[in-house]
């Protein structure tokens, strides 16, 4: 209404207003001429850009302080994205569905969206306009927009005017805003489709907080998730309410909106907690969040979690198998877990295999340069002579983070004095390590680039794979990595092509799952398998374990409500803290 509103604005960077009769076709001008814009959304601001434009999608990485982290983009209509990305009839009901998310789409190689919008990526995220503005926005100009959240890296969405004039400064040439307050943010969902199926990446706007029906009724419990990808789950009845993805609880910016969340879903579905469940992290933000509320407390195993959230939202309550792969979780033993395979309920779990324990130099530094986890599988499998021959090998692409002589010299007396080096069994480092092995990411911008850039090479026609074997130890079963990383090594000195030795190693996680998975059961163990944990994001691998294992006779449980990441984790949480007296 010209009389009520709301009003539409135009400014400049500072927020002062530009007098134009049109702020639209204005703000589409600024975007054809490569500029940057802030637009207001329905849960926050999103930066836009013209998605055809190199230099403007490389300015808006500079700004944002994000140099490889994919962006999504915007269309007008389906025939537009069909003109970028191949779309199977699953993902078409998907793309014009109310929840309206973001796609994960196979690229065309005749797009002519910039490859820098996702760089090194088969698959593009694509959405259509959701809000009245962007139809018009979209209606008008017919461009392909990145639309990217409204923040610099690693902080919360921007949701004010005032606020996004500060936040956002430095990065927007102009803000087109509007009068209309949000209440709270939200940023956008992301979805695939994998075999005819959809699955929740992150569960945000048109998703959050629809609840997750319980196959038991529950306690008033607040469950806070972990520390990346973070959401929290309030639980009522039969009803758990996973909240919308707060983000990586980093910074005190993040904890103050999942602080504020989590009162307004309290508030909202009338629950006052009588219990709050914790990752055992000590140093997650989350966990001391909730060691520092009143009452009575529940810290949970990261990895039961990840298995027990999956059994929650396929409405089982087990036992099952649970193949929880991810990047780190703290484990009952104080060594950081992420291989596992637990047998478990909702009310407690064994530890039945993991992948062997290995160090982890520098700790944090290890992460960001997966070339330390190389170096690491390397040395400590095969010994010091095996890895000077082939340091070069995977040095030659490190760029400024090869590692010299020194430097090597220093790692390596790292990991004999233990100093430093904590043990994981993780099976995203495992990722890591190969990926930097294969010469493909020596430095990581963002968490879980090394494990996508070698998904994104692997060969999907390659049926080799390598050796692996396992050994009992106590109870458990250890599976040993020495014959898979030699393997690894005699194919790059072969000179085997990088995509060939990615899928073979995809394939050797498939066959460990399936062998561990078996002789488990052939112990007495479960036919249900649940898997979860962020290596399962993996489409080549999610695909091929989940056919092996069905193959074998297993019933085989899914994430697709929530996401497998730790994005999931609070569910988990909630449904373990619920049987605990």
Request: aromatic fraction near 8%; hydrophobic fraction near 40%; charge should be neutral.
């Amino acid at each position: 209404c010209p009389v009520c509103g709301p009003r539409l604005q135009l400014t400049d960077p500072d927020g002062k207003p530009i007098p134009v009769p049109d702020p639209i076709s204005s703000a589409i001008r600024l975007l054809r001429d490569g500029r940057i814009l802030a637009i207001k959304g329905l849960g926050g601001f999103l930066l836009a850009c013209d998605a055809r434009d190199a230099p403007a999608v490389e300015a808006l990485r500079r700004r944002k302080y994000r140099p490889d982290k994919p962006f999504a983009i915007m269309l007008s209509d389906l025939s537009s994205i069909k003109e970028h990305c191949h779309v199977h009839p699953e993902e078409e009901k998907l793309l014009l569905s109310p929840e309206s998310p973001i796609v994960l789409l196979l690229w065309r190689n005749d797009s002519s969206i910039a490859r820098a919008v996702a760089p090194g990526q088969k698959y593009l995220g694509v959405m259509l306009p959701y809000t009245p503005l962007h139809h018009l926005l979209m209606k008008e100009s017919g461009m392909a927009l990145v639309m990217t959240s409204g923040n610099r890296s690693e902080e919360p969405i921007a949701k004010d005017n005032e606020e996004a004039f500060v936040r956002l400064k430095g990065i927007a040439d102009a803000f087109l805003i509007h009068d209309r307050g949000i209440f709270v943010q939200y940023d956008d969902s992301v979805t695939a489709v994998i075999r005819g199926q959809n699955y929740v990446l992150r569960r945000a706007r048109g998703y959050a907080p629809f609840p997750i029906r319980l196959p038991f009724p529950a306690r008033p419990i607040l469950a806070c998730g972990g520390e990346l990808k973070n959401t929290f789950c309030v639980t009522r009845d039969d009803y758990a309410f996973v909240s919308q993805h707060i983000g990586d609880m980093e910074n005190l910016e993040t904890l103050d909106h999942f602080q504020r969340t989590v009162e307004i879903y309290k508030k909202l579905f009338r629950i006052q907690p009588e219990v709050v469940a914790y990752d055992l992290h000590p140093e997650y933000l989350s966990t001391k969040y909730a060691l520092g509320l009143p009452g009575k407390k529940a810290g949970i195993q990261h990895h039961f979690a990840h298995l027990a959230g999956c059994l929650a939202e396929n409405g089982e309550e087990g036992p099952a198998i649970g193949l929880s792969f991810d990047g780190l979780g703290f484990g009952t033993d104080g060594a950081l877990w992420g291989g596992e395979f637990l047998v478990g309920d909702f009310r407690s779990f064994r530890r039945k295999a993991h992948f062997e324990y290995l160090p982890v130099p520098g700790g944090e530094a290890a992460i960001r340069h997966p070339w330390r986890m190389a170096l690491s599988y390397v040395y400590c499998l095969l010994g010091k002579e095996r890895l000077l021959k082939v340091l070069p090998l995977f040095t030659r692409a490190a760029q400024a983070s090869e590692p010299g002589e020194e430097r090597v010299r220093i790692l390596l007396q790292q990991i004999d004095k233990r100093m430093n080096s904590p043990v994981t069994s993780s099976c995203g480092r495992l990722f890591d390590g190969v990926s930097a092995l294969l010469g493909l990411c020596s430095s990581v911008s963002f968490e879980g680039q090394a494990a996508m850039e070698l998904e994104m090479i692997a060969d999907w026609e390659e049926n080799g794979e390598y050796e692996f074997f396992t050994e009992r130890e106590g109870e458990k079963e250890i599976i040993r990595l020495r014959h898979l990383i030699e393997g690894v090594l005699l194919d790059l000195e072969k000179g085997i092509s990088p995509p060939i030795i990615a899928g073979k190693f995809h394939n050797t996680l498939v066959r460990i799952g399936g062998a561990v998975s078996r002789k488990i059961r052939a112990e007495g163990g479960p036919e249900k398998v649940a898997l979860s944990g962020g290596v399962f994001q993996n489409r080549l691998l999610l695909e091929r374990m989940k056919g092996e294992l069905e193959g074998a006779g297993f019933k085989v449980l899914v994430h697709r409500q929530v996401p497998c990441n730790d994005g999931g984790l609070s569910l988990g949480q909630a449904v373990i803290a619920n049987f605990i007296n």
